[in-house]
């Protein structure tokens, strides 16, 4: 099985200060009643993606619905890859099924 990781934008911020800040939203450095900006993830498990097209083909499709910031996709030639979705919200698992069918591949129930 050959594993590929390609990124596409979705990055991790760290405080500069002690703790974790509002940077992984647990609240620890920030007062309880602040509301978090931080993005909504969602992880899906893609099966039939085998190269850069596939990649390319799902991000495409994701990227085109409501709400979708960034994708991160680590891919799994031979088995599920892993598709990270960073949103405004929650996703419509219903959308994001339709998306990765459009693209040719299927989510992994």
Do not use: F, K, N, W
């Not at 979705?85 to 992994?108: K, W």
């Amino acid at each position: 099985m050959t594993e590929q990781r390609i990124e596409l934008g979705l990055s991790a911020s760290t405080p500069t200060s002690g703790g974790c800040g509002d940077a992984c939203g647990c609240g620890h450095g920030a007062a309880a009643s602040a509301p978090s900006s931080r993005p909504a993830t969602d992880e899906l498990r893609v099966e039939g993606m085998t190269c850069d097209h596939c990649v390319r083909a799902v991000t495409e499709e994701l990227s085109a619905l409501d709400g979708v910031e960034v994708l991160d996709v680590e891919l799994h030639v031979g088995g599920a890859s892993i598709v990270r979705i960073a949103s405004t919200g929650a996703a419509d698992e219903t959308a994001l099924a339709g998306a990765i069918d459009e693209a040719g591949y299927t989510l992994a129930r």
